[in-house]
């Protein structure tokens, strides 16, 4: 497949943003994005770079669907709470669409197990290795059968489960006891179990915590404010990460 690196994408729409090669700090996280918005607001630039989240329609096995406020409302609080220039618009996208890598960060969501057919698996697998980021929320129902999808999709990687001092849950908002609960399942503590290429998580499954429906309106869970505050928050959290990383 001929598409440009995803990453090199990132680069151009943050205008120079990773010059240095190196990752950043949460303290350098506001003030980069905010010169990259000034940069895009100069003479003779019409419209701002935006970044394009998606949701990921996957063939086979569960409600991808679900939660349909759950993702523009998190897009929304980005918009709102910090400088990062995204797309506020739920886009839609399945893994044989041509412009799929023009999207960065992929969600995927549901309640049931899920499964990837061979030219499905290629696919996310070129996306993962050229810089795409997948981030998958467990509804409900979703952990066993993904966990095996993980294993499939990179045999040569282990699947791990990520420590709490890990930069995902530090990369702009501390979260020093690893992800929130949300909604409860199981009485199992959250979980987030991830795929590690050249030092980068490049794949984030969480389990037994259920951000998404803390994105989703008040009215549909009855989540309250705080709750709801920490699934977003943690939320800014993965998309930093998976950008800036």
Do not use: C
Request: proline letters at 6%.
């Amino acid at each position: 497949m001929g598409t440009k690196p995803i990453k090199f994408v990132i680069y151009l729409i943050l205008i120079l943003l990773i010059a240095s090669g190196q990752g950043f700090t949460q303290s350098s996280v506001e003030a980069i994005l905010e010169r990259t918005l000034k940069r895009s607001s100069q003479p003779g630039q019409t419209e701002k770079p935006q970044i394009k989240i998606a949701r990921l329609h996957y063939s086979s096995g569960g409600d991808w669907y679900w939660g349909s406020s759950a993702v523009s409302n998190m897009l929304r609080f980005i918009n709102r709470e910090s400088s990062f220039p995204v797309d506020t618009f739920e886009h839609k996208i399945s893994l044989t669409d041509a412009d799929l890598f023009n999207y960065p960060f992929l969600f995927a969501t549901g309640h049931s197990p899920i499964s990837f057919t061979s030219e499905e698996k290629e696919t996310l697998r070129e996306y993962l290795v050229k810089g795409g980021f997948l981030f998958v929320n467990d509804s409900y129902g979703m952990n066993g059968s993904f966990i095996k999808e993980m294993e499939s999709l990179f045999p040569e990687r282990e699947v791990v489960e990520l420590p709490f001092n890990h930069p995902i849950y530090h990369s702009f908002y501390d979260f020093h006891n690893g992800p929130p609960k949300i909604h409860e399942h199981d009485s199992k503590p959250p979980r987030g179990h991830a795929i590690i290429l050249n030092g980068r998580v490049v794949l984030y499954f969480l389990v037994e915590s259920d951000i998404g429906d803390g994105w989703e309106d008040a009215a549909v869970h009855n989540d309250p404010p705080e709750k709801r505050l920490e699934a977003f928050k943690m939320g800014v959290n993965i998309i930093s990460y998976a950008l800036l990383y």
